[in-house]
């Protein structure tokens, strides 16, 4: 059989004589418009590019997923992904040119591309980036989206912090809003709140995103590390909350977290990544699930200038397949708390056209408050505070988790110090990591479920 990459090269040159054949045609019919006055036809289709990437050494999902063949199409050109998270490590050999915008608010005086955080955080950052735009440099991944950018903006997670830093969760809310600022069309947050309530002071800023046309991706929340359901951001109403598949393509249990608020699920299973200070290795949790449905987006909106946020995340909901081992999906009346919609297809996404209206993420976030933040002022003006556990956000929710603990289904939580970047689960030895065709490429660090 004929190997893979040789085929793919094949395809690359069969599909470059045909545009050069194309370019010759259509040449010739503008000189026989000029010269006969006919009538002009239909404008060509996009090009695809004419160097398209080979998977990286390890990434599996990239093929399972029909990534490679969204990149014959597009690479993620002009499009930025915001990454609000522990900051992007700019010159590392695998994002080099990547990171197009950056800025920190953690308060510890960097400036987004200098990892923030305490030793079990401050590589996730970088990690998640990588995932979504690496460059494929010797043996680092491939990008889900290789010609997006990055805007990097760094938040405090975990414990600790500058001690005149701001709250975590205004930390994510400035975050968010430089963000738009910097012209990021999607937005990755893999972090949350072990908690689905959110402040009041977040809904202006979600609503501002949604006017702007962001799309706005965050994970759902990993049972490895206590979440019983899904936690904010996930649980915004129009963030698109992505949870975790293992390589089988079943839910990865340790990965995920129920809840009405998981929309998608992505692979989250041995991911290969960056880390921050050289070297690489693969790392396991939603936290990277999230941003492979980022680069999907971004490969979307790339191919797709003309469609809304809220027609690309339409493509991605209703093109999804089952997962195995689960029965049953989502559906407008009734959504399923364990998958969403169901497991990406990312290239049924870029083949998907609308039809009619597609569900609004600034209506149902307009909606939500208009019930919820309203119930809760009538309650407080009763003397009574409320969180609701099935609304998928609480009108009781602090600003910070470490302020005070947030009410869920009639039991309190213990405080945390911040919000819970999704990498905890163990730390399990990732030893040798097989690089085909450059043998064994020896791994800096461990895996980590993230």
């Given at each position: 059989m004929e190997p893979r990459g040789h085929r793919r090269e094949r395809r690359r040159r069969l599909r470059t004589r045909i545009?050069?054949?194309?370019?010759?045609?259509?040449?010739?019919?503008?000189?026989?418009v000029y010269v006969f006055g006919?009538?002009?036809?239909?404008?060509?289709?996009?090009?695809?590019?004419?160097?398209?990437?080979?998977?990286?050494?390890?990434?599996?999902?990239?093929?399972?997923?029909?990534?490679?063949?969204?990149?014959?199409?597009?690479?993620?050109?002009?499009?930025?992904?915001?990454?609000?998270?522990?900051?992007v490590k700019d010159d590392h050999e695998n994002l080099t040119g990547r990171v197009?915008?950056?800025?920190?608010?953690s308060g510890s005086g960097h400036d987004g591309t200098v990892p923030v955080g305490p030793d079990e955080i401050i590589h996730h950052g970088t990690a998640v980036a990588g995932v979504i735009a690496g460059n494929g440099t010797g043996a680092g991944p491939v990008g889900v989206a290789p010609q997006s950018k990055i805007a990097a903006a760094s938040v405090w997670l975990g414990a600790g912090g500058p001690s005149d830093a701001e709250s975590t969760r205004t930390q994510?809310?400035?975050?968010?809003?430089?963000?738009i600022d910097s012209g990021a069309s999607v937005v990755n947050m893999s972090l949350?709140?072990?908690?689905?309530?959110?402040?009041?002071?977040?809904?202006?800023?979600f609503a501002r995103a949604y006017a702007e046309d962001v799309v706005v991706i965050a994970c759902v929340g990993n049972r490895s590390q206590g979440a019983t359901q899904a936690w904010s951001p996930a649980t915004v109403p129009g963030v698109v909350g992505v949870g975790g598949l293992a390589r089988s393509g079943e839910v990865r249990q340790s990965s995920s977290a129920p809840g009405t608020a998981v929309d998608l699920m992505g692979p989250a299973e041995g991911i290969p990544v960056p880390f921050y200070d050289g070297g690489y290795g693969t790392a396991d949790g939603c936290s990277f699930a999230a941003p492979v449905v980022s680069g999907v987006v971004a490969l979307l909106r790339s191919a797709h200038p003309?469609?809304?946020?809220?027609?690309?995340?339409?493509?991605?909901?209703q093109t999804a397949g089952a997962v195995k081992g689960h029965d049953g999906r989502s559906?407008?009346?009734?959504?399923?708390?364990?998958?969403?919609?169901?497991?990406?297809?990312?290239?049924?996404a870029l083949n998907w056209e609308p039809s009619g209206e597609t569900a609004s993420a600034a209506d149902e976030l307009a909606d939500w408050v208009r019930m919820h933040r309203r119930a809760a002022d009538d309650e407080a003006q009763a003397g009574e505070e409320t969180a609701s556990p099935d609304s998928g956000g609480g009108p009781g929710a602090s600003e910070d988790a470490e302020q005070a603990p947030v009410a869920v289904g009639g039991t309190v939580p213990p405080a945390r110090l911040g919000p819970v970047v999704l990498v905890a689960g163990g730390l399990v030895s990732l030893g040798l990591l097989i690089a085909?065709?450059?043998?064994?490429?020896?791994?800096?660090?461990r895996s980590r479920d993230g």
């Open positions: 545009l050069r054949i194309a370019a010759v045609v259509a040449a010739l019919g503008m000189i026989a006919g009538a002009a036809g239909a404008a060509p289709a996009q090009a695809a590019p004419d160097d398209v990437p080979e998977p990286g050494p390890g990434q599996w999902f990239l093929e399972d997923y029909g990534i490679p063949e969204m990149w014959e199409t597009t690479q993620g050109e002009g499009v930025t992904v915001a990454v609000i998270d522990s900051g197009t915008a950056s800025k920190d608010f994510a809310q400035q975050a968010l809003d430089w963000a949350g709140w072990n908690d689905p309530a959110w402040p009041e002071s977040w809904d202006e800023t003309e469609m809304s946020a809220d027609e690309v995340v339409a493509a991605l909901e559906t407008a009346d009734a959504p399923d708390p364990e998958v969403g919609w169901g497991r990406i297809d990312p290239p049924a085909a065709g450059v043998g064994l490429l020896r791994i800096r660090r």
